[in-house]
């Protein structure tokens, strides 16, 4: 396991954009899958969107595609969540989490994370 720190969170205007940042603390994320999620005041936890570890293969919500991006920096130090044409249904706790890369299995698939970081929050004002 890994620990996780997400930064970046804050509020923005509706059509607004925001950059989130998750970092490991103390080691780098190489070999990792990352993947995002976000959840809503009384809603389930949702994917959002995740990145291999090679960087190589990235997979989006319906929601969010097109909108979002999920990136890795060379270093593998820091993956990163930009999010552009914010909304308000947008606002949310987002987290990222850590699997395994050699795990084949669906991104979308929350039990298959085993780190989680503590989320910051995102609010979009309409």
């Known amino acids: 396991q890994v620990q996780l720190v997400e930064s970046g969170g804050g509020l923005v205007q509706a059509g607004g954009s925001l950059r989130l940042s998750c970092a490991a603390s103390?080691?780098?994320?190489?070999?990792?899958?990352i993947g995002w999620f976000r959840q809503a005041p009384g809603k389930e936890r949702e994917f959002v969107g995740a990145?291999?570890?090679?960087?190589?293969?990235?997979s989006y919500a319906d929601t969010v595609e097109g909108r979002f991006t999920v990136s890795r920096d060379n270093a593998a130090t820091t993956v990163y969540l930009e999010m552009s044409s914010l909304r308000s249904e947008d606002t949310a706790v987002y987290s990222c989490?850590?699997?395994?890369?050699?795990?084949?299995?669906?991104?979308?698939?929350?039990?298959?994370?085993?780190?989680w970081g503590q989320g910051t929050q995102v609010t979009v004002s309409s």
């Open positions: 989490a850590a699997r395994p890369g050699d795990y084949s299995g669906s991104f979308r698939r929350q039990e298959s994370y085993d780190s």
């Open positions: 103390g080691r780098i994320l190489s070999g990792y899958d």
């Open positions: 990145i291999s570890w090679t960087g190589g293969s990235t």
